[in-house]
Nanobody, 123 residues
Framework: QVQLVESGGGFVQPGGSLRLSCAAS????????IGWFRQAPGKEREGVSC????????RYADSVKGRFTISRDNAKNLVYLQLNSLKPEDTAVYYC????????????????WGQGTQVTVSS
């Protein structure tokens, strides 16, 4: 069974940083685009960033441009999301997902999902 597992979430003060990781088991990530999404209480799941299967293409939501960076290490079967200059409005459960090589920021484009990791930004 395909599995994605997120890690690296936690509690951080405004302006702080976290690095989220997305690990795959039972399949090879390099055939897939990977997206990061987040969902805050009472809000819809939104696309944060995505990266193509060979890392030639990345995309960011306007709300995180210049603060978040997505990367991947296919040799390690890992995808990362570096979160810098965090704001309270970044508080959410963050999910990674795997989709076709050209997937974008729409949740419907992704086939496999992790369980999420909580990010809380508060003073």
């Amino acid at each position: 069974q395909v599995q994605l597992v997120e890690s690296g979430g936690g509690f951080v003060q405004p302006g702080g940083s976290l690095r989220l990781s997305c690990a795959a088991s039972r399949f090879t990530l390099d055939y897939y685009a990977i997206g990061w999404f987040r969902q805050a209480p009472g809000k819809e799941r939104e696309g944060v960033s995505c990266i193509s299967n060979r890392a030639a293409f990345t995309r960011y939501a306007d709300s995180v441009k210049g603060r978040f960076t997505i990367s991947r290490d296919n040799a390690k079967n890992l995808v990362y999301l570096q979160l810098n200059s965090l704001k309270p409005e970044d508080t959410a459960v963050y999910y990674c997902a795997a989709g076709s090589y050209s997937a974008g920021l729409g949740p419907y484009e992704y086939d496999y999902w992790g369980q999420g990791t909580q990010v809380t930004v508060s003073s």
